[in-house]
């Protein structure tokens, strides 16, 4: 695992940020062997997967059905290798012709994203109240063991009751 300069871990939103970098690093290099080869995928046995472009891109398949890519970047790279399929059966003649449907689906997977990070933002908000109001409360219970307990040491101290 890398680590920055702190020697600390990277951030989970830098980690996700580098894997969907890299699946598109590898779905661009991809579309250029397809064109260069008359829309015939040149590695794979001529198949094109999920399994294949994570191991283009250098991504453990595994890492898009965890949570922060499960819903966002595996479901954009399904709709990507939907249209290299349709590409490659229609022998090289692109189905997406113009780059502004690709930029419209980043954008909506982009949105997706930051409705995602906004909830999980009140989420911890919320989290964070609880854990203040609880510590309030051990604190209060806290008090009150310490009471009791001088009170039965002071009990203990005169003897028992007569």
């Known amino acids: 695992m890398s680590t920055d300069k702190s020697g600390a871990p990277p951030k989970p939103e830098r980690r996700s940020q580098t894997v969907v970098g890299k699946i598109l690093r590898a779905e661009r290099m991809i579309e250029q062997e397809i064109q260069g080869n008359g829309g015939v995928y040149p590695s794979n ?12 891109a250098g991504v453990s398949a595994a890492t898009l059905q ?4 499960a819903t966002t970047t595996r479901l954009q790279l399904g709709t990507w290798l939907r249209k290299m399929g349709d590409w490659i059966e229609n022998g090289g003649a692109r189905p997406d012709g113009d780059m502004g449907s690709r930029a419209d689906e980043w954008k909506a997977l982009l949105e997706q994203i930051a409705i995602s990070y906004d909830s999980a933002n009140e989420e911890v908000d919320t989290l964070r109240k609880r854990v203040k109001a609880l510590k309030e409360r051990e604190d209060a219970l806290s008090e009150k063991h310490a009471n009791l307990n001088a009170t039965f040491s002071r009990r203990k101290e005169r003897g028992p009751p007569r």
């Open 66 to 69: 965890g949570p922060a890519h």
């Open 45 to 56: 046995g001529g198949r094109l997967t999920e399994a294949e472009v994570c191991r283009r």
